[in-house]
């Protein structure tokens, strides 16, 4: 899990670093696959919706960085 602060739309280090662990003690199968949910509690539905779309891109590149198959996130 990676937390954002409210209205970030990147990932921070902190958060990153985390995930590269959990990924690293996983040991990834070729098999396996990865569902991101991302949100954001703007009272506006329109900013909201554009600052988790950018959170879900944010982890999603990251883990393309990390070896995943685009296809499998």
């Known amino acids: 899990m990676v937390l954002f602060k409210p209205l970030v739309k990147t ?3 902190k958060g990153l670093l985390a995930l590269r662990e959990s990924l690293k003690a996983s040991e990834l199968d ?7 949910t991302a949100y954001s509690s703007d009272k ?4 909201a919706r554009r600052v988790s779309l950018m959170r879900a891109i944010s982890v ?7 070896g995943v198959e685009g296809n499998k996130i």
């Not at 070729?30 to 991101?36: D, G, I, K, V």
């Not at 999603?60 to 990390?66: D, H, V």
């Open 60 to 66: 999603r590149s990251f883990l393309i960085k990390m």
């Open 44 to 47: 506006n539905p329109s900013k």
């Open 30 to 36: 070729e098999n396996q696959r990865f569902q991101l």
């Open 11 to 13: 990932a921070d280090e």
